[in-house]
């Protein structure tokens, strides 16, 4: 009889910082289990690379997750669901390690919008490489047929971030810039996506610049939730997921860097551990 694996962390994989944000929605929701957060920093942003260098660099990181211990591993960074996840759960988990699970925040976040919409007109906001895939897109035509998506890319929104520029007020000029372009496209549009991690640390600004009546939609809420009734559906999982209420962190940077942004996101003190992949 085959024996029961050991317990081991939620991996929670994010090209950089960005997937602290969902990280977080995901704490509020499920504060028992451990997590393996993981930022590779070095090699961050992801946004403007091609498909194979994302599934690369997203596979090395599931896998060293894997190697930690994690039986299941979300992947909290748009690009890295857009551009990997599939491929991951089609071509790499049934052939290497058939009974670990892989997730992304991209489903999960279509299936909010499509309860939120009134008008079935919504926005999306995201990295230039997500928008590319069009993979919100094509969620939305098949979990949510009749709602209209409007992919805007958002080029300078995830380095305003990154260079800790998100609250100067320089960025309102390209906070706007991008809100315009969109609701221009689709005036109808009554739900806008933040489709990317950083965007929640642009929340105030953008929420400034959104006209009255269009809801903004950030995914940490939505994948903590959405975590919690996968857990719930599959016991089996959930039994492999360790229950001891930590968080531990690494990162593919300098520690010292990580951990004092890491504070932005987390609004607490940060430790992690540099990784090489
Ligand atoms: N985490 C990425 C995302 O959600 C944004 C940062 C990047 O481009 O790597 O798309």
Partial sequence: MASTPKPGRIGVFDSGYGGLTILKGILDELPQYDYLYLGDNARAPYGGRSFDIVFDFTRQAVEELFRRGCHLVILACNTASAKALRSIQQHVLPVSYPDRRVLGVIRPTVEAVGEITKSGHVGLLATPGTVRSHSYRMEVE???????????????WVPLVETGEALSPGADYFVQKYIDEVMTQDPDIDTLVLGCTHYPILLSKIKRHVPEGVQI????????????????????????CSKGGTVEFLTTENAESFDGFAQL?????????????
Avoid: N, W
């Fill in 217 to 240: 939609i950030s995914q940490g809420d939505i994948v903590g939730k959405s975590l919690k009734e996968y857990l719930s559906r599959h016991p089996e999982m959930d039994a492999k």
């Fill in 142 to 156: 098949k979990l949510c047929p009749g709602v209209e998506i409007t992919e805007q890319a958002c080029p300078m």
């Fill in 265 to 277: 996101f987390l609004d607490c003190p940060v430790s992690s551990q540099r990784i090489t992949l």
